[in-house]
């Protein structure tokens, strides 16, 4: 397998947390690429037809792509019960990746955008469904990612070290206190260390 990437991506993350908690970091071939919405690599395209990463090749079938496709399929390819939890994974890996597509589109909007043509409303509506995302997670879900380890908790802790990486300045961790203590010990686990972005 072969699995098309870029360091700072936080679906690409995810992946990586994956392939590192379950040991299987080894079976997949990294190709790190450069690509932005205006600016998409043709790899990737070659594998997504969509340009966006993370793309997964694979010698039994197409390429697979969107980081929850990809999560899912290396959970059942190498039995790891990652989604054990069933629906409850995926709805708390839906709202994490929630997270992460506004947390990009914020990025995009500061740093693909010329500045005259910014929208400081836009900006503020995508912050404004990351600050929901985190006051739901830690006012219904701290139960489920205090369980064992599964997507979901894997998917949260990327999304939320994207924020921090790209938009510190949006402070979800003010009146997210239960969130941020979670957060704060899960990100200190050898495949969140790991998968650590380079700096800005």
Not at 59 to 79: K, M, T, W
Not at 85 to 105: C, F, P, Y
Not at 166 to 184: I, Q
Request: charged share 25%; aromatic share 8%.
């Amino acid at each position: 397998m072969r699995l098309h990437y870029a360091p700072t991506s936080p679906f690409v993350r995810k992946v990586m947390v994956l392939l590192h908690e379950t040991g299987h970091l080894d079976q997949v071939e990294l190709l790190e690429v450069h690509t932005t919405p205006l600016a998409p690599s043709a790899d990737v395209r070659a594998s997504n037809p969509l340009a966006k990463i993370p793309a997964l090749e694979r010698s039994d079938g197409p390429a697979l792509y969107d980081s929850r496709v990809i999560c899912a399929y290396l959970d059942e390819r190498f039995e790891t019960g990652l989604y054990a939890a069933g629906w409850d994974s995926r709805v708390l890996e839906a709202t994490a990746d929630g997270i992460m597509d506004a947390a990009v589109l914020m990025a995009y909007e500061r740093r693909l955008r010329p500045e005259a043509q910014q929208s400081n409303d836009w900006y503020e509506a995508q912050r404004g469904k990351v600050l929901g995302a985190c006051a739901a997670l830690n006012a219904r879900w701290m139960s489920h990612l205090r369980a064992p380890l599964d997507m979901g908790q894997i998917a949260t802790a990327c999304a939320l070290a994207y924020v921090d990486f790209r938009h510190p300045e949006a402070d979800w961790r003010k009146g997210n206190e239960t969130l941020a203590d979670w957060y704060s010990e899960f990100e200190s686990r050898p495949s969140m260390q790991a998968t650590r972005p380079p700096a800005a």
